[in-house]
């Protein structure tokens, strides 16, 4: 073998042994990150990311709460696979995902004694302002814009759990949510139709605008009421008519 062939094959074991350290210690850096910005515990099964592709890979995510709250559990993702625009990340203010998968097992919404909610600090937690020592305190930080071109959402349960009366209050909503978007640039967006539906029909009565925080929050809450306003409203009209139809008399 050639010593130019030789030094290839170094400079290959050299980039491989890189990766793989870069793979080891890559899940441990993210979660550590992730708890100190939010205060949830994370944990990652696999996390593999290519910084000359803008590809992620994670497959066992998961997060739980902070001990304030009474019920430990939070958020179980399968997995999350992104391809991301690395020049668009580098020379806009705009984030642009080509295309995203999430698979999320299950979703827990908890209410504490005190009102507050796990969702509500956990989105608090990534608008936060950095502080500036003893100076005045900083407008709170905007979300960074973004555009997925495609998003692959699965959703199999959520759970609510409201700990703000008199006993414990847990409801389980199995969704079974599997539906795809083309070009979101805002989580209302995934408001479609068939998705109110499917959460309107499982009796998801509890005040959604309190447990998720933020516009999606309230548009949620006021989407889903409207399907129910206009589901009885149907009924009623529905039921006035037979009605009607009851009292003509036989020819």
């Known amino acids: 073998m050639s010593r130019t062939a030789k030094n290839g094959v170094l400079l290959a074991c050299v980039f491989a042994a890189v990766a793989l350290v870069w793979m080891a210690f890559l899940p441990a850096v993210v979660e550590h990150e992730l708890?100190?910005?939010t205060g949830f515990d994370f944990h990652v099964a696999v996390l593999s990311a290519d910084p000359f592709t803008g590809h992620i890979a994670i497959r066992g995510l998961s997060a739980r709460n902070p001990p304030v709250y009474p019920d430990p559990d939070f958020i179980e993702v399968r997995e999350l696979r992104a391809d991301v625009g690395l020049f668009s990340w580098l020379f806009s203010n705009r984030i642009v995902i080509?295309?995203?998968?999430?698979?999320?097992?299950?979703?827990?919404?908890?209410?504490?004694?005190?009102?507050?909610?796990?969702?509500?600090?956990?989105?608090?937690?990534?608008?936060k302002p950095k502080g500036t020592g003893g100076g005045p305190a900083p407008a709170p930080r905007k979300p960074t814009p973004?555009?997925?071109?495609?998003?692959?959402?699965?959703?199999?349960?959520?759970?609510?759990?409201?700990?703000?009366?008199?006993?414990?209050?847990?409801?389980?909503?199995?969704l079974h949510i599997d539906e795809t978007f083309i070009n979101v640039t805002d989580t209302r967006q995934l408001l479609v139709p068939k998705v109110l539906q499917n959460l309107q029909s499982?009796?998801?009565?509890?005040?959604?605008?309190?447990?998720?925080?933020?516009?999606?929050?309230?548009?949620?809450?006021?989407?889903?009421?409207?399907?129910?306003?206009?589901?009885?409203?149907?009924?009623?009209y529905l039921k006035g008519f037979l009605d009607k139809l009851e009292q003509k008399p036989n020819p």
Do not use: C, W
């Open 98 to 127: 080509d295309n995203l998968t999430i698979d999320i097992e299950k979703i827990v919404l908890v209410r504490s004694h005190n009102g507050k909610t796990n969702a509500g600090d956990f989105m608090a937690a990534f608008s």
């Open 35 to 37: 708890r100190a910005v």
């Open 202 to 236: 499982f009796g998801l009565h509890h005040d959604i605008a309190q447990l998720l925080p933020g516009d999606f929050g309230k548009a949620l809450a006021g989407a889903v009421g409207g399907l129910k306003d206009t589901a009885t409203k149907t009924g009623g």
């Open 146 to 174: 973004y555009l997925i071109k495609k998003l692959h959402l699965s959703f199999d349960r959520l759970v609510v759990v409201d700990f703000s009366g008199s006993k414990k209050d847990e409801k389980v909503y199995t």
